[in-house]
Nanobody, 113 residues
Framework: QVRLVESGGGLVQPGGSLRLSCTTSRSFFSMYAMGWYRQAPEKQREMVADITTGGSTNYADSVKGRFTISRDNAKSAVYLQMNNLKPEDTAVYYC???????WGRGTQVTVSS
């Protein structure tokens, strides 16, 4: 059974930073591009960023220049470095395999003073 596990969420003040991590099994991880998604209360889930197996990245316009997605194939992990956080970034953040329907359970990010 495929399992994705996110970590690193929390409460941070506006302008602060957080780093999210997502891990899964090694054999599985090498097969897929990976994405980070988020869902705010009463809003639809949206893609934040994704990264191919080769390392090419793509970002939502709302996070360009503030968020960075990366992956470490040796650790079977994908990361989301989030800088200059804003209250509108508050959401549950999910890790997902791109092209396959596997999701993590999510980690809460709250940006508030």
């Amino acid at each position: 059974q495929v399992r994705l596990v996110e970590s690193g969420g929390g409460l941070v003040q506006p302008g602060g930073s957080l780093r999210l991590s997502c891990t899964t099994s090694r054999s599985f991880f090498s097969m897929y591009a990976m994405g980070w998604y988020r869902q705010a209360p009463e809003k639809q889930r949206e893609m934040v960023a994704d990264i191919t197996t080769g390392g090419s990245t793509n970002y939502a316009d709302s996070v360009k220049g503030r968020f960075t997605i990366s992956r470490d194939n040796a650790k079977s992990a994908v990361y989301l470095q989030m800088n200059n956080l804003k209250p509108e970034d508050t959401a549950v953040y999910y890790c997902k395999t791109q092209g396959a329907p596997y999701w993590g359970r999510g980690t809460q990010v709250t940006v508030s003073s």
